[in-house]
């Protein structure tokens, strides 16, 4: 079954950090672009970073720039985000999302996300 | 960054309604524009990509037009299963911005 499954989420305090894994299924890992996604409680979505299929490029919105870092592990078919210094706005579930072509392009698209998993920073 | 602003932030339509959502560049992004559905507790799909390329499995009721700043997103015939929010996405370049969504409620 073609899918993706996140897992890491939790509570943790402002300053803390968190890294959240997704474990891919169902298709060649290596080939596609992973992205991820946050959306804040009864918000829209925002896109947060992105790595090509080789992990020889990686982009990141300047909200998690410097905080956040994205990796994979194609032998594993895993994608990660570590983050650190988080912050109270950083609160969302944040979805992993596989991307349509292997480096992010202007014809790029995600289409397939997984469950998301809730991150929420409170002292 | 590239803003998408969408419009009507929520609307209220029957069952069997004709219904259009309109989503708008700050700048022109060709046609690299994707619209996602997202039901509530549920993970954001993929609609349609490249402004009006219809995904697979996607019901013939959903299409997409424009180009430039100005991009639709019509379901004709709404159907029960389709009220949910919709977003649109510009994929025209980094960092990818989504519209604020549009919120089809049940009238």
């Known amino acids: 079954e073609v899918q993706l499954l996140e897992s890491g989420g939790g509570l943790v305090q402002p300053g803390g950090s968190l890294r959240l894994s997704c474990a891919a299924s169902g298709f060649t890992f290596s080939s596609y672009a992973m992205n991820w996604v946050r959306q804040a409680p009864g918000k829209g979505l925002e896109w947060v970073s992105a790595?090509?299929?080789?992990?020889?490029?990686?982009y990141y919105a300047d909200s998690v720039k410097g905080r956040f870092t994205i990796s994979r592990d194609n032998s594993k078919n895993t994608l990660y985000l570590q983050m650190n210094s988080l912050r109270a706005e950083d609160t969302a579930i944040y979805y992993c999302?596989?991307?349509?072509?292997?480096?992010?392009?202007?014809?790029?698209?995600?289409?397939?996300w997984g469950q998301g998993t809730m991150v929420t920073v409170s002292s | 960054d590239i803003q998408m602003t969408q419009s009507p932030s929520s609307l209220s339509a029957s069952v069997g309604d004709r219904v259009t959502i309109t989503c708008r560049a700050s700048?022109?992004?060709?046609?690299?524009l994707n619209w996602y559905q997202q039901k509530p507790g549920k993970a954001p799909k993929l609609l349609i990509s490249a402004a009006s390329s219809l995904q697979s499995e996607v019901p013939s009721r959903f299409s997409g037009s424009g180009s430039g700043t100005v991009f639709t997103l019509t379901i004709n015939s709404l159907q029960p299963e389709d009220f949910a929010s919709y977003y649109c996405?510009?994929?025209?370049?980094?960092?990818?911005?989504f519209g604020q969504g549009t919120k089809v409620e049940i009238k």
């Open positions: 996405q510009q994929s025209f370049s980094s960092p990818r911005t």
């Open positions: 790595i090509s299929g080789s992990s020889g490029s990686t």
């Open positions: 999302a596989k991307d349509i072509v292997v480096i992010p392009t202007a014809s790029d698209a995600f289409d397939l």
């Open positions: 700048q022109s992004i060709s046609s690299y």
